[in-house]
């Protein structure tokens, strides 16, 4: 029965310890991504929920190139944040490679504790191409088909068919398959062929190719049968 005590105080102790080590050190704040839609850069972060005081807030590092000195952006003095906007990072006609991460200072410890670095992300996800584009004879809809984008930062597919010279989306909705069904009525397949085209995007909203690079077209088919001479004409 000691011998058990014993044991259970040991056990105790080291999730005491473990318990302390845990809630007594801030965790560290976590970048999600940087994004530079024009002029400004955007950053995104998970938030941290303050451990025991609303004085706590983060402080925005970062540095323009991959060497150098870092400098203090700002503060946010809003613990629950989870954006900022770096305004005026990038002027015009100024070639800019921020990098950033994100210092959290917890009052009640009086620690801070830092986030990964992440640059600014421009890298587009990896082109991919049509596989298919049918018709169903029995519904008269168009069916597109394309393989899956393996880029880790891959957010959803845009699907454009081709109007008079114009790309238009074939739908708004946030299409993440690799499989979709064209409900447009403004086009007919059964009157005209009609040009596919695919791209993606990433969460930054940085796309992977322009169109017309590799587009599908449906098959358009029109015949006539002469009863006559028995044959049948298919163009």
Known sequence: MKWLRAKNSILFLVFFAIAYAVIGQP???KMRRVCRPGIDNNLFFFPINP????????????????????????????PAADFYQHVGANPIGTPTDWQYFIAYFDYCNMQYSYSDTMAVDETPPDTLFLDSVSVDILTNKVQIGWRKNPSPDFYRYLVYYENNGVWAEVTTSVVRDT??????AVLDPRLRPIKYDIT?????DTRAQVFNI????????SGGADTCKKEAKLT
């Open 27 to 29: 965790l560290p704040p």
């Open 51 to 78: 451990s025991c005081s609303t004085q706590n807030y983060y402080e925005v590092w970062g540095r323009n190139g991959t060497t150098g000195a870092w400098a203090k952006v700002d503060e946010i003095h809003d």
């Open 179 to 184: 499989f979709l069904i064209d409900n447009n």
């Open 200 to 204: 993606s995007k990433d969460s930054c």
């Open 214 to 221: 590799n587009p599908h077209n449906t098959m358009y088919l």
